[in-house]
């Protein structure tokens, strides 16, 4: 994407970025019968001592090999990763949603990290940082040149620790330095409100560790300040992914008990499997089921699924399996498209791999990899129209992403997709600047200038709906069989 505007999705300071379902999370790796090829690794063991006898200068052993392994997994496709210590780390505070930070939600604009909201009651929220402003610097180095993810870590670090931030405020025109004590941040992954009598919303940002206690809770205050609900908008727009018994969980919510939510198929015998909206698929060992606390009334209330091109994995499997059984009106725009399942195995103490294992598959059989869900009902992202869909960046144009059996897996194509979307970014902001009109972002999720909320409500009511006239569904593979 282009160092002015990146609309890939939001990230929470100090959690990862990416999409990721992880099906389980094993103490050892695998021990395994197959043969190892032993010429490959005599040449491996050759260059590693080329390498450290011959190079500029000394290279740290320890080093040399995580860079082998990694760059070994990482050759396979987009989301299977090597975790050193400090990597490791990272992926299970992003899963706890617990971190240690600063509490801000971001992007990116003009190589600048945008700050999107403080989250509510953080360090930054404290220190009074408001949505829109621009750090340019992160202690003593400059923003512009600098990744998303490297702000990120620039930006963390340990509990009771200072971070100098330099803000600039485009609102006030002005720019003023700010030091912060970093603190242990835990995400909240699920909002929900009523936006009117007898309507409600629910956000699922993210599927962490916490996110179906979470929901549970919500909903059924939801219902102790209305008990006659009359219609429920699930809202997984830019939901990532996350822990895949925590989308069985929240499709369970919804559907009667015994119909399969999701199944996977892959090489070993474990990935051959199928979820369903049973307590034993989603509880955790000993807990009893954690959506025993919801009303009745969830099973049957008219339901509105809102997805976006930033909708994956596990979000993905929710809004599949509520379209499949017919529970639910699927509504906004084509989803990711990452129908891969990905287990951690850890390699030590402090190591892991994380490895797509399997595929997964809706109930009625469908393989979403690299194609993505496909709405009911197809929305503008505002009411002029889309601004920024274009721009997203999907499965289908990751570098090596899996390719369906109709697929052939082309890194060219993937290059001219990236130059397409430049040139359609810099179209946009042309346009934008010949307008003298600054490039405003999308309305806050929720908010009462949510369009496609607005006709997610009007569905629920059964009034007029405005739909896209600009979507076009993009096919990067056809329907694929699980066998």
Known sequence: MGAKLKVAGWVA??????????MQLQANARSTAVPLPLEELQQLAAVFGIVKSDYVEPVDEKKLINDAISGMVAGLD?????????????????????????????????GLVKIVSPIEGSPAFRAGLKSGDLIS???????????????????????????SLTIYRKSESRTFPLTITREEIRVQSVRAKLVEPGYAWVRVSQFQDRTVEDFTQKVTDLYKQ??????????????????????????????????????????????????????????RRGSGDPLRKLPDALKNVPLVVLV??????????????????KRATVMGAQTFGKGSVQTVRQLGPDTAVKLTTARYYTPSGRSIQAMGIVPDVALDETAEGNVFAELRMREADL??????????????????????????????????????????????????EDFPLQQALNQLKGKPVVVSKSAVERKAEAKTSKD
Request: glycine share 10%; hydrophobic share 35%; charged share 30%.
């Open 137 to 163: 610097k992160i202690d003593d180095t400059a923003v512009k040149g600098l990744t998303l993810d490297q702000a990120v870590k620039r930006m963390r670090g340990e509990p009771n620790t200072k971070v």
């Open 308 to 325: 976006n091109e930033g909708s994956a994995s596990a979000s993905e499997i929710v809004a599949g399996a509520l379209q499949d059984h």
């Open 13 to 22: 300071l100090g959690a990862m970025a990416g999409v990721l379902t992880t």
């Open 78 to 110: 987009p989301h299977s990763q090597f975790f050193d210590k400090k990597s490791f780390k990272e992926f299970r505070e992003s899963t706890s949603g617990r971190f240690v930070g600063v509490g801000i939600e971001i992007g990116m604009e003009d």
């Open 226 to 283: 209305d008990p006659k609900i009359k219609g429920v908008v699930l809202d997984l727009r830019n939901d990532p992914g996350g822990l895949l018994e925590g989308a069985v969980a929240i499709s369970a919510a919804f559907l009667p008990k015994d119909v399969e939510v999701v199944s996977t198929n892959g090489q070993i015998a474990e990935s051959k499997a199928s979820y369903k909206a049973n307590p034993e698929f989603y509880a």
């Open 399 to 448: 570098e090596k992403h899996l390719a369906g059996s109709n697929e052939k897996a082309d890194d060219a194509r993937v290059k001219e997709l990236e130059k397409l979307r430049e040139e359609r970014r810099q179209k946009l902001e042309a346009e934008y600047a010949k307008r003298g009109e600054p490039l405003k972002p999308l309305p806050e999720f929720g908010s009462n």
